[in-house]
């Protein structure tokens, strides 16, 4: 069974930095994609960016752009996403997703969220 744990939210000034992780296990991840999403109190949740396994291809909600990043460790079987320059729009519980691209269905496992808050 594939399991997504992320770590690494927590609270912090506008302006600063956090780095997400999703540790991956049960699965054979070369040939997936893996997300962050996130949804704010009140709202639907949204797409933050995407890697496939290989890193070749990389994708970003326009929001985001040229502020987070994100990246694998392959040995590691974690993926990161590295968020700059924040702002309390921001704030959310991001979830770590995989798609094994096996069928049409979009990201079939998620992990459970990490909260970020972003102040003022």
């Known amino acids: 069974q594939v399991q997504l744990v992320e770590s690494g939210g927590g609270s912090v000034q506008a302006g600063g930095s956090v780095r997400l992780s999703c540790a991956a296990s049960?699965?054979?991840?070369?040939?997936?994609?893996m997300g962050w999403f996130r949804q704010a109190p009140g709202k639907e949740r949204e797409f933050v960016a995407s890697?496939?396994?290989?890193?070749?291809?990389?994708n970003y909600a326009d929001s985001v752009k040229g502020r987070f990043t994100i990246f694998r460790d392959t040995v590691k079987n974690t993926v990161y996403l590295q968020m700059n320059s924040l702002k309390p729009e921001d704030t959310a519980v991001y979830f770590c997703?995989?798609?094994?691209?096996?069928?049409?269905?979009?990201?079939?496992?998620w992990g459970r969220g990490t909260q970020v808050t972003v102040s003022s």
């Open positions: 890697i496939t396994w290989s890193g070749a291809r990389t």
């Open positions: 049960g699965g054979a991840f070369s040939n997936y994609i």
């Open positions: 997703a995989a798609d094994h691209r096996l069928t049409l269905t979009k990201y079939e496992y």
